[in-house]
């Protein structure tokens, strides 16, 4: 044994340990989108995890959107990435904010996110409580339109209906089509009208982009135009990056700490209230 090796218990190898373990089983996150159609959400989505979950997507003309009812769509994929499997499930929310009158339109999707933890506090009381399938969605993206002064009525509602449910990530769908200062304007109102205080950095501004266009000599994923190419990756063009960071590669547990330990223990504590 060397020297540092006998002072040494070995309970510092505990974090590997639990690596070695976590690894092993793999992880999965469920990631939900909202806002109305066209604004971007399958292109972001995409972009952010670099696969097509969007291949029989069935788009509606505008007749036979007038009647249409929000739906609730899951896209599951693996992904993989250095040896780390991620079970990525997108919970799509097609015909949100599209009809004449939205009034209520958040309703099938607070329902949907009550399902899962009606479904899992079931499953959790149950006797085989070690293979639950845990379909609770993690985080909400949710997009808001670049053309509005605002936010729309319809937008207000929905966070207010489902912040306590769900994290809440609020988004400027293609912020290619503003400047900087109207980028501003809008971040603040959203800000000014959120009812819970959201993530420092949001409402976070993006670009989605399934195409490569050559920039300066280099590939990169972006929009061309007759003007120039807006990259989707770029800093100085928007906050696509920031989203991935917080999304992904820094705040992906956290993201399902918070809807186990609050939105779910919310959930249970008013489900156990009521039955006793
Ligand atoms: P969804 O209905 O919200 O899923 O929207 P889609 O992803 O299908 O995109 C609708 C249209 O908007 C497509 O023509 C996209 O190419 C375009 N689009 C997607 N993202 C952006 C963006 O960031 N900026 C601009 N200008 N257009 C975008």
Avoid at 12 to 30: C, E, I, W, Y
Avoid at 46 to 75: G, P
Avoid at 136 to 147: A, E
Avoid at 154 to 183: Q, R, T, Y
């Amino acid at each position: 044994l060397q020297d540092h090796e006998k002072q040494y218990v070995g309970f510092a190898t505990l974090p590997n340990q639990v690596h070695r373990k976590s690894v092993k089983k793999g992880f999965d996150f469920t990631l939900m989108v909202a806002g109305e159609s066209g604004l971007g959400k399958s292109t972001l989505v995409n972009s952010l995890f670099l696969t097509d979950l969007y291949k029989d997507r069935k788009l509606l003309n505008a007749e036979e959107r007038i009647n249409q009812t929000v739906e609730i769509v899951k896209h599951t994929v693996d992904i993989e990435e250095k040896g780390v499997k991620l079970k990525l499930t997108i919970v799509d929310t097609p015909g949100f904010g599209d009809a004449v009158n939205n009034t209520e339109c958040w309703k099938p999707i607070t329902d949907y996110i009550d399902q899962q933890f009606e479904q899992y506090f079931r499953d959790e009381s149950g006797l085989n409580r070690k293979n639950i399938q845990d379909n609770r969605v993690h985080c909400c993206l949710y997009f808001i339109s670049p053309f509005g002064h605002g936010l729309r009525p319809v937008d207000v509602e929905f966070m207010k209906a489902l912040h306590e449910k769900v994290n809440i990530v609020p988004l400027i769908a293609k912020a290619d089509c503003l400047i900087p200062s109207e980028i501003r304007k809008l971040k603040e109102r959203v800000r000014c009208s959120f009812p819970a205080g959201p993530h420092l950095a949001a409402p976070f501004a993006v670009i989605g982009s399934n195409t490569v266009v050559e920039a300066k000599g280099q590939r990169v994923r972006g929009r061309l135009y007759p003007w120039g190419i807006v990259e989707v990756e770029n800093q100085a063009h928007c906050d696509f990056v920031k989203l991935r960071n917080m999304l992904i590669r820094t705040h992906m547990h956290d993201l399902k700490d918070v809807t186990c330990d609050v939105h779910y223990e919310n959930y249970r504590a008013q489900c156990i209230q009521q039955m006793t």
